[in-house]
């Protein structure tokens, strides 16, 4: 079987960082969600994202000839492709959490959508398979941005989707962004760009890495 160009494998790994960093993200509110149904869906939707990247990480391994763990967790942070968007430390803001859970998904059914559709067949099928596990994760960000739209969190809501925004954007490559506008009903800005970082993904990646890092070497 002929390797997927590099330039596929760079956008697989790019997926699963944004995956991966925001599943962990999303994990930071076990516990302390709202509520206690809450704290379980947001658990499970943290445990999925994870799930597909190291799903991801498994097929980027494979293209490489390398090891998901090792691409999970060795890097150094400026190597990490993942959006600043999945990044940010948004724990203790439910309303900005949410606007960034709605962002995100929407987003990201465009952007499985077209992975749907890759001649990379691995790839394509891994993206259809994510597609019906993500159903919950859309149906659970819509679920809260009308319910928060219709309460007292209304223009906290609406803020943080307006301050986010240009983040959400950056999520995906040029030619989808259009597409991503109308969903949400946005006018396009000036995107934040892949390629930084913000300061929060260091912090992160230690906290991540802290268990694998204590033994180096050893095998889990």
Do not use: N
């Amino acid at each position: 079987m002929q390797a997927p160009p590099e330039t596929r494998v760079e956008a697989v790994l790019a997926f699963a960082d944004d995956e991966l960093v925001l599943g962990w993200r999303d994990s930071e509110w076990t516990g302390i969600a709202p509520f206690l149904e809450e704290d379980v869906a947001f658990s499970s939707i943290a445990q999925g994202e994870i799930g597909h990247a190291r799903a991801l990480y498994e097929l980027a391994a494979g293209a490489l000839g390398g090891d998901a763990d090792a691409l999970a967790f060795d890097r150094e942070p400026d190597e990490y492709r993942c959006a600043p968007f999945v990044e940010l430390r948004l724990v203790g803001d439910w309303a900005a959490t949410i606007a960034r859970h709605w962002l995100y998904e929407t987003a990201d059914a465009i952007r499985v959508a077209a992975l749907m559709e890759s001649d990379w067949p691995e790839l394509a099928g891994l993206a259809a398979k994510m597609d019906r596990e993500e159903a919950y994760h859309r149906m659970h960000a819509q679920m809260w941005a009308e319910r928060l739209r219709q309460s007292s969190e209304s223009r906290r809501f609406e803020d943080a989707v307006a301050e986010l925004w240009p983040h959400a954007l950056g999520l995906l490559a040029a030619g989808k962004r259009e597409r991503l506008c109308e969903l949400v009903g946005r006018s396009p800005v000036e995107p934040v760009e892949r390629g930084t970082h913000t300061e929060e993904l260091r912090p992160l990646l230690e906290e991540m890495t802290l268990v694998r890092r204590s033994v180096p070497g050893a095998a889990w």
